[in-house]
């Protein structure tokens, strides 16, 4: 195992009908609450009402910031810093799915802090701003994918140059997440296998990304693997059913809270991969993975066979002995995986033509530089070539 710290300082809220808490729980963080959401006009707006008359019952001046977008612009999460810190806000309440509660995160640290969201950013050599602090976040996840409910990491787009990138940091970890199966039971069919994807690709990033040695991380990340996958089949039957939905909300949490990869924590070249997909194209990052993880697993087979092997015998019943040929089989499992539950897409079915292949292999290994030239880390450095040939098995 490689040395690591780890925490878990959000405190989980979780119940059908608990999201008219809100207001008791934010009354501890302050007297005036900014709620930041999507634009209005959406199957939310009854969840946004909920919220904002549980805060004002409870004593709380309200703010309310919509239009925040899937893939949340910095440009956007500009202008909420500018009003959250005109209205003297003290805290946000973060509604809406991951880019909602990315976006929050940037709000409440950068009014903190000074300077804009995109400041903050990973972006190739640049050394990022640091934070100074933040003012509290209480998250309201409305889908289980990005498990941001729970985290320090945020992804934002800034669309002047059509770059998405990350950072992490522990100021902006929320302090309380309700997490309402009756609130997620809103999701449609297609954001729902979006969403079951992005859990998986976060359950794998780690676990096939590092050389370490973690048989406690490998057995938390593969019991929420074969969790999601049983749920996931029931979810697509019943899309209302709310105990699937806790099921799924649960592997969308600790599925991204570093409890998968304590011991081995490595790097998370799909995650990459996937950015100028929803970068340049706008394509929500869900099914940008979607896309992405069959030809991921398939190119890069070879990098770290025996885990790639170890994936495929303990979560998709591939009995093979031989490391490499089990390795190459994840992929095909996965596939047919994604087809039965209707999510498997190509870079043409979601209409991304592949006339930018090398300029979006050129943006990853910009914005994401690896040990050598014109690459980016992962099982193995993953080099420019690497990448436009797995855009090529998008296809
Ligand atoms: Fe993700």
């Given at each position: 195992m490689t040395p690591f710290e780890w925490n878990f300082p959000t405190k989980l809220t979780y119940g059908?009908?608990?999201?008219?808490e809100v207001g008791e729980i934010a009354k501890a963080y302050g007297k005036k609450a900014m709620v930041a959401t999507y634009a209005k006009g959406s199957p939310l707006d009854p969840v946004i009402d909920t919220v904002e008359a549980s805060l004002l019952e409870a004593g709380l001046e309200v703010v309310v910031f919509t239009g925040i977008e899937p893939n949340p612009r910095a440009q956007t999460i500009d202008k909420a810093i500018e009003m959250f810190k005109a209205e003297e806000c003290d805290l946000v309440i973060a509604l809406g799915g991951g880019s909602v509660i990315d976006g929050s995160k940037y709000i409440s640290a950068t009014a903190f802090s000074g300077g804009n969201a995109w400041d903050y950013v990973v972006l190739g050599d640049r050394v990022p701003r640091e934070y100074t602090g933040a003012f509290p976040i209480i998250s309201i996840p409305?889908?289980?994918?990005?498990?941001?409910?729970?985290?320090?990491g945020g992804v934002i787009t800034n669309a002047e140059t059509n770059e998405k990138s990350f950072s992490r940091s522990p100021y902006r970890i929320p302090k309380v997440a309700i997490v309402d199966p009756e609130v997620l039971a809103s999701v449609p069919m297609r954001l729902t296998q979006d969403s079951c994807v992005d859990i998986f690709s976060h359950l794998i990033e780690h676990y096939l990304s590092s050389d370490a040695e973690s048989e406690f991380a490998d057995r938390q990340t593969e019991g929420m693997i074969l969790c999601l996958k049983e749920n996931f089949a029931k979810i697509i039957e019943n899309l209302d059913d709310l105990e699937v939905r806790g099921q799924l909300a649960l592997c969308s949490i600790f599925g991204w809270s570093g409890i998968q990869a304590l011991g081995r924590m490595g790097c998370i070249p799909m995650h990459s991969i996937e950015m100028p997909l929803s970068g340049i194209y706008d394509l929500p990052h869900g099914r940008g993975m979607v896309v992405v993880i069959p030809a991921y697993l398939e190119h890069m087979a070879d990098a770290k066979p025996h885990r790639w092997a170890k994936l495929a015998r303990r979560c998709f019943d591939v009995t093979e002995q031989d490391d490499l040929k089990a390795a190459k089989l994840l992929s095909v499992k996965v596939t047919e995986w994604l087809k039965e539950t209707g999510a498997y897409l190509t870079l043409s079915d979601v209409g991304i033509p592949d006339d930018k292949f090398e300029q979006m292999a050129d943006d990853v290994v910009r914005m994401f530089?690896?040990?050598?030239?014109?690459s980016t880390p992962g099982a193995r450095p993953v080099t420019k070539d690497d990448i436009v040939a797995i855009y090529e098995l998008c296809k």
């Open positions: 059908p009908g608990r999201i008219s409305t889908i289980s994918a990005a498990g941001s409910e729970c985290n320090a530089p690896g040990p050598i030239p014109q």
